[in-house]
T-cell receptor
Framework: DTGVSQDPRHKITKRGQNVTFRCDPISEHNRLYWYRQTLGQGPEFLTYFQNEAQLEKSRLLSDRFSAERPKGSFSTLEIQRTEQGDSAMYLC????????????FGPGTRLTVL | SQQGEEDPQALSIQEGENATMNCSYKTSINNLQWYRQNSGRGLVHLILIRSNEREKHSGRLRVTLDTSKKSSSLLITASRAADTASYFCATDGLIYFGRGTQLTVWP
């Protein structure tokens, strides 16, 4: 257990539905990252926050994806109008800026879009 | 942001053997880190090596860094079935990962 938690761990939804995932980072970490990972691939960067500011977004983050970190603590990732291609593991990680850049990953949320 | 690329993509060995996997990157770095991922789980940090270090040990892990060749290697000695996992390297910023090396250790 790294101290980063994600909820839910598994989500099955029908195409077209909206889903929201939550990540709770290690409490003193000011940076929070979201990644997506499909089978046989490494994690693909989606976006990251420093405190409540969203500093970088990948081109992978289409208009259907939105992430928030309203108080600089937990974060949510919402996918609207899900598509089968959104099926993946969604990973959250946190780190402390000014440190070694070590990221601590949560267990992930496995999304299956039927 | 920088990207690490791991090699080989897959490695299959017997318990007790050593496993070596490599990482290449493209630009200068401050540090390089190795992570492990068990199937269906999040990534776990293994070891960090700084750009002014050439070798680092942690238990059965040995990491080397050659900044002139922009490469690193991870050696796992006396491997165990529990070492079966995917291994990733990542450089400063850690935003872009390669596909990893899938290590399988047979009992």
């Amino acid at each position: 257990d790294t101290g980063v938690s994600q909820d839910p761990r598994h989500k099955i939804t029908k195409r077209g539905q909206n889903v929201t995932f939550r990540c709770d980072p290690i409490s003193e970490h000011n940076r929070l990252y979201w990644y997506r990972q499909t089978l046989g691939q490494g994690p693909e960067f989606l976006t990251y926050f420093q405190n409540e500011a969203q500093l970088e977004k990948s081109r992978l983050l289409s208009d259907r994806f939105s992430a928030e970190r309203p108080k600089g603590s937990f974060s949510t990732l919402e996918i609207q109008r899900t598509e089968q291609g959104d099926s993946a593991m969604y990973l959250c990680a946190s780190s402390l800026s000014g440190g070694s850049d070590t990221q601590y990953f949560g267990p992930g949320t496995r999304l299956t879009v039927l | 942001s920088q990207q690490g690329e791991e090699d080989p993509q897959a490695l299959s060995i017997q318990e007790g053997e050593n496993a070596t996997m490599n990482c290449s990157y493209k630009t200068s770095i401050n540090n390089l880190q190795w992570y492990r991922q068990n199937s269906g789980r999040g990534l776990v940090h293994l070891i960090l090596i700084r750009s002014n270090e050439r070798e680092k040990h942690s238990g059965r892990l040995r990491v080397t860094l050659d900044t002139s060749k922009k490469s690193s290697s991870l050696l796992i000695t006396a491997s165990r079935a529990a070492d079966t996992a995917s291994y990733f390297c990542a450089t400063d910023g850690l935003i872009y990962f390669g596909r990893g090396t899938q290590l399988t250790v047979w009992p």
